[in-house]
């Protein structure tokens, strides 16, 4: 006869199998070990162009292109990736916690039992011929506040609720990254691959995010703890030099999304209106569990 399994223990069977390993582990060498709940996380970009622009009517769409992909926990702390605009950005502490790229911190296992992605205000690069009406409000012998600068040439991010991406409205409360989000979810396909063997399928990005939609109109924070999407059986991404230690988690854009946009309408550009050329929509990937190691060096 088949075995009668309890549902209710299936959900922790990879937690306990850890677990009862680093508790052997400790039996027999008299071993310290560890247990942490802290995330994971990891940013990636999804760029969006900007096409058939209108500067007399002030419109134009933002295409995010098909088969795009954005590749999470491929990079740690430090390291020059690119990142919108910036080819020479180093990854920081609020890009991702990894200390070595696609790797577990220390000597860890951690026990993947939800995983949730949340998006982050976008970088958006505005055209020459923009930069140049921008740059013109600026008074007589004064220069642009580099990070002023730095969030027009695609290099910073950019808080821009009432124009960029939605049509115009005068303090607006919608946070403009959830426009682009709620425009791509239904297209992102999510996967994860340890060791670069195989990917297992998770689903559509919308499956992640409804903690997002459920809790605020300005989704940029990880969803709360009962709205995450749950790996009922928990996925191992083991220590280094254990099978299963190279993780990778991808999105990738299986349709052409299209938005159309309304433009900015600059005082100073004599009635002609500011595009941007790209708009990136930056999105945080979270893993989240039980962590079970070895004291180190960097635990």
């Not at 027999?28 to 990891?42: I, M, R």
């Not at 409360?173 to 992102?188: I, S």
């Not at 600059?266 to 050329?277: R, W």
């Amino acid at each position: 006869m088949p075995e009668i399994v309890d549902i209710f223990d299936i959900a922790k069977v990879t937690r306990n199998e850890v677990l009862a390993n680093y508790k052997a582990i400790q039996r027999k060498y008299g071993t310290a070990v560890t247990v942490k709940t802290v995330p994971y996380y990891s940013t990636g970009m999804l760029q969006f162009d900007c096409v058939n622009r209108d500067f007399t009517d002030g419109f134009a769409y933002l295409v995010a292109r098909s088969n795009q992909f954005v590749d999470f926990f491929h990079y740690q702390i430090g390291e020059r990736i690119v990142y919108a605009a910036d080819p020479n950005h180093r990854a920081n502490r609020a890009d991702t916690n990894l200390s070595k790229a696609n790797s577990t911190n220390g000597a860890f296992d951690l026990v993947i039992e939800e995983i949730s992605l949340h998006t982050k205000p976008p970088r958006v690069k505005m055209n020459d011929d923009g930069y140049s009406r921008l740059h013109s409000m600026i008074a007589s012998g004064d220069t642009f506040d580099p990070d002023v600068l730095n969030a027009l040439t695609g290099i910073g991010d950019i808080y821009d609720p009432t124009a960029i991406c939605v049509p115009q409205q005068v303090s607006s409360p919608f946070f403009n990254a959830n426009v682009l989000w709620a425009a791509v979810k239904n297209q992102l396909s999510v996967a994860i691959t340890f060791d670069a063997s195989h990917f297992r399928e998770l689903g559509q990005a919308s499956n992640f995010t409804r903690g997002n939609e459920a809790t605020t109109p300005a989704a940029d924070v990880p969803p709360p703890e009962d709205l995450r999407f749950d790996l009922l059986e928990g996925l191992l991404w083991a220590r280094d030099g254990e099978p299963d230690s190279d993780l990778t988690l991808r999105a990738t854009l299986q349709k052409a999304v299209t938005i159309p946009i309304s433009a900015v309408d600059v005082p100073a550009g004599g009635g002609a209106y500011t595009l941007p050329d790209f708009v990136w929509l930056p999105i945080t990937a979270t893993l989240w569990g039980i962590e079970v190691g070895i004291p180190s060096s960097n635990a």
